[in-house]
RNA sequence: GGCGACGUACCCAAGUGGUUAAGGGAGAGGUCUGCAACAUCUUUAUCGUCGGUUCGAAUCCGACCGUCGCCUCCA
């Protein structure tokens, strides 16, 4: 299996510019994106970065790339506020809710997995977590004591910044202007302000300590995502994403621990996400306006969530509104009514349609020439929406001589864009939850009373059977074959 | 205060130097319909403001205004 042709380029955050891909190891792709702190129930914020990664991956393995997805669950070492001072999360929600941190971790870590499925975005392939590599960096820890990039002080370790040249490439910011930017001077034992935890210190009352040579603590929240790359991806590899926040400090942190400990180029690309506001402003917890992703599957159909994500790139900001939510349904419901209708079409002629044949192609084109630029979602869907319609008259125009091999081209390039790629598409179009049998005989019966009713021209019932079938959630359509229901 | 992104129609959102500025939603009008929904057709912008570069700019440069993000935990 050979790689389709394609010119991918995709926005470095390192470089600041578009670049083109091209894997450390050809027909390989090696991606590390940085996944949740599991202390509450994930918001449309994690939506909109995992459905965005989800694509990328999805893409680059429809482009015939073997992919390694890794995504990691952070489960220790979170902490509440200032850099490197404060709770950790994950032992702050544990005796709010009374329960140990690995129960809260398994509570919220299943609940993430529940929402990412139903929005149809795929498992990673490997999803390690930060309490199950202590031993890994503890030992990446002392690789960089060693090297005399980290110093002890009080059972707390430090990755010293002012060592590492670099720091600062990625979020574009110097270690001077860190050091007076900062707003408040933390009294602490670091030799610089800007000095980030690799080990903390942790007293009998901590929930979660761990032996280590400094004595018991935990690891800082930067070092599970240096570590566990390296397990999983090698010291060097292709793609690192995240959502933007995470620039600085986490991912310059990354970089620097990682390229202080191995001598070598942490990423190649890096990608990252925007955020997502509501209604204008920024979503956040103190602000009130908050939307978890359980709340928000309350009032709206996953895929509809899914494709509402996928109407905006990923680097742009995604304004959440009521309104945007219900226009994005609309549209996705209008695919799919073309969709459907491709897929429970029957051909009967043998002949290749060769003007067809040549839209459907165009359409591929048009597809992958958007997703090749940087993922550009919003462009593909705009071309779908395009090809949509001329499918629709395509089969509305001679529903008896469409042609086979056309038919099923169709059908498969369909399912290969707006499914294995998009991940847009329902399990299946057939009548779902209520069908059965029994229920397609009784509707068989109302319809057919009804349409002697409206004979006898008595449509006040008609419309009353109509309106109530409504109420019921049944919709009926009266078209010129007759009278249909979903 | 420092760094960065963005500003396209009523709403969402592509386009980043060159024929008529994608697409979706909403609105309006027509076809279809007993009516409605569905479907279908038509229609609705000169691109924040001002100035500059250019034969030519939404697209490049500058200033200003505005929105947002990061600098502190956040996808």
């Not at 393995?61 to 999360?89: F, M, P």
């Not at 991806?233 to 995470?246: A, Q, R, S, W």
């Amino acid at each position: 299996m050979g790689l389709k042709e394609n010119n991918l380029v995709l926005y470095n955050t390192l470089s600041r510019k578009k670049e083109e891909f091209v894997p450390i190891n050809p027909g390989f792709v090696g991606i590390y994106v940085c996944g949740p702190t599991v202390y509450g129930d994930s918001h449309l914020g994690h939506a909109k970065s995992y459905i965005s990664f989800d694509v990328i991956v999805r893409y680059f393995r429809h482009l015939g790339y073997k992919v390694r997805y890794v995504q990691n669950i952070t489960d220790v070492g979170h902490l509440q506020s200032d850099a490197d001072e404060g709770e950790d999360k994950i032992a702050e929600q544990a005796r709010l809710e009374r329960l140990e941190p690995m129960e809260v971790v398994e509570n919220y870590t299943r609940s993430y997995f529940e929402d990412m499925d139903v929005l149809n975005v795929l498992r990673p392939d490997i999803s390690p977590r930060a309490s199950g590599h202590i031993p890994e960096q503890v030992e990446m820890i002392q690789t960089l004591m060693e090297k005399g990039y980290a110093y002890e002080a009080d059972g707390n370790v430090y990755f010293e910044v002012e060592k590492f040249k670099d720091y600062g490439k990625l979020s574009g910011r110097s270690v001077d202007e860190m050091r007076e930017g900062h707003r408040v001077e933390v009294k602490s034992d670091k030799r610089n302000a800007a000095d980030f935890a690799l080990w903390k210190k942790a007293d009998p009352t901590h929930l979660m300590r761990w032996n280590s040579p400094w004595g018991k603590g935990y690891p800082g929240w930067h070092l599970e995502c240096s570590c566990m790359s390296n397990k999983y991806l090698g010291e060097t590899f292709d793609i690192h994403g995240g959502g933007m926040e995470n620039k600085f400090p986490h991912h310059e942190s990354e970089i620097a621990q990682s390229e202080a400990a191995n001598g070598k180029p942490f990423v190649k690309y890096w990608m990252h996400n925007n955020m997502v506001n509501v209604d204008g402003v920024k979503m956040g917890k103190s602000l009130g306006n908050f939307k978890t992703l359980k709340a928000a599957l309350e009032s709206y159909p996953p895929l509809a969530i899914r494709f509402f994500i996928l109407t905006s790139h990923y680097r742009a900001t995604l304004d959440f509104s009521e309104t945007a939510l219900q226009a994005a349904e609309k549209g996705l419901q209008k695919i799919y009514t073309v969709v459907e209708k491709v897929f429970t079409s029957k051909a009967l002629s043998e002949k290749t349609d060769d003007a067809f044949e040549k839209e459907i192609e165009a359409y591929e084109a048009a597809f992958q020439e958007a997703m090749d630029d940087d993922f550009n979602t919003p462009r593909a869907i705009a071309a779908t929406f395009d090809f949509i319609k001329k499918t629709a008259s395509w089969i509305e125009r001679e529903p008896d001589k469409l042609s086979v091999p056309t038919l099923e081209k169709l059908t498969s390039v369909l399912k290969s864009l707006l499914d294995d790629v998009l991940g847009l598409l329902p399990e299946s179009f057939e009548k779902e939850e209520t069908s059965s049998d029994k229920m397609d005989g009784v509707m068989e019966l109302l319809i057919s009373l009804r349409a002697q009713l409206r004979a006898e021209k008595n449509f006040a019932l008609a419309d009353e059977i109509r309106n109530k079938l409504t109420e019921l959630g049944i919709t009926l359509k009266d078209t010129r074959e007759g009278t249909t229901w979903e």
